[in-house]
């Protein structure tokens, strides 16, 4: 169902601040608080709902996609619809708010979950990664050693002297399958050491180690694990620049500027072989439940997102430790 199929949608937006449990610390400094911008679209008696996170990293602030995302109403009183929507709106997080909130009220239109309107495979509950914040290896190890029970941890790297944070993480949790984001940090001086400790430490998957488009080392280098794009990757156009470079892709909604431009992006990726893995911002369920519907063709799933949070927005995902569980209609789709 499209905007000009009935009455004008009416569209709101509004940023909230969610505590975090703690501090967040990458490479490019901590937060404790997750800033959001959630999009609703109203049609009809019924509200679609879409959560998005403006990223400093790409020149976005909260109140930059709040305005970005209220100009768009006389576009949909004109009646635009969500396949105009891509090229309305450039690639970011205001178009990944409008567009979930989109899909969300074309589901409740037609009476469908998201995936079965789209013609997707149904999400399956998933591991999900859990985050270990950047400190001293000392700190790290600490942190480490309260989630060893966990399965799959994401390792924040990218300051001096990572060979040690990341040998003592494998000593706090010998039994854990890790992945490591450097989040641009690295350089080519630093890569190859830094790619054998992680090698040896038995890491499975490299995130975003050298800047992007500064990222040539990476075809000269000897990769003894799997790299993974991060911010060398937005939307469809921008996958063959990677060959060579990187092994897999991390589809960020974000980034892409949507769920419908995220399935894109996936299905291309594994035309090309790439493996997929589904990331996310400190953020609430509501940002989380669409990427769900990614997870399903991911070999890494990082939606972790609530988890950070001192607590999510009621009726949120369902996390059984690391596990997480597909959203209720209620919540999205």
């Given at each position: ?115 079965d309107m789209l013609q997707r495979p149904a999400p399956r509950a998933c591991t999900t990664a859990y985050t270990i914040s950047l400190g001293t290896p000392e700190a790290m190890a600490s942190a480490t050693a309260k989630a060893a029970y966990r399965p799959l941890l994401k390792i924040k790297l990218g300051s001096d002297d990572d060979i040690s944070r990341i040998t003592a993480v494998r000593q706090a949790a010998p039994e854990s399958e890790l992945i490591v984001d450097a989040n641009e940090a690295w350089t080519p001086d630093n890569l190859k050491a ?140």
């Amino acid at each position: 169902m499209s905007a000009s199929d009935a009455a004008p949608a009416l569209i709101t937006a509004r940023i909230e601040q969610w505590p975090i449990a703690g501090a967040f610390t990458i490479s490019r400094g901590a937060k404790t608080e997750a800033v959001v911008v959630v999009a609703e679209i109203s049609r009809g008696g019924l509200t679609g709902r879409g959560e998005c996170v403006p990223y400093a990293r790409y020149g976005e602030t909260p109140e930059a996609t709040l305005a970005a995302i209220l100009a768009m109403q006389d576009r949909f009183a004109a009646g635009l619809d969500r396949s105009a929507l891509q090229s309305a709106m450039p690639a970011g997080a205001a178009r990944n708010a409008v567009d979930c909130a989109l899909l969300d009220l074309e589901a409740k239109s037609q009476g469908l979950r998201v995936w079965d309107m789209l013609q997707r495979p149904a999400p399956r509950a998933c591991t999900t990664a859990y985050t270990i914040s950047l400190g001293t290896p000392e700190a790290m190890a600490s942190a480490t050693a309260k989630a060893a029970y966990r399965p799959l941890l994401k390792i924040k790297l990218g300051s001096d002297d990572d060979i040690s944070r990341i040998t003592a993480v494998r000593q706090a949790a010998p039994e854990s399958e890790l992945i490591v984001d450097a989040n641009e940090a690295w350089t080519p001086d630093n890569l190859k050491a830094n790619l054998d400790a992680c090698h040896n430490a038995g890491v499975t998957l490299i995130e975003q180690p050298l800047p992007a488009g500064k990222d040539d080392a990476l075809m000269h280098v000897h990769r003894p694990i799997m790299v993974c794009a991060d911010e060398s990757v937005h939307g469809l156009a921008s996958l063959k620049a990677l060959r060579g470079r990187y092994d897999a892709i991390n589809i960020k909604l974000d980034k892409a500027g949507g769920l419908t431009e995220a399935l894109a992006m996936a299905d291309a990726a594994r035309a090309m072989n790439l493996d997929i893995m589904v990331g996310c911002m400190v953020a609430t369920s509501l940002a989380m439940a669409p990427a769900m519907l990614i997870a399903q063709y991911a070999r890494f799933v990082d939606l972790d997102g609530p988890l950070l949070l001192a607590g999510d927005r009621d009726g949120g995902l369902r996390y059984d430790e690391s596990t997480v569980y597909p959203p209720d209609a209620a919540l999205w789709g």
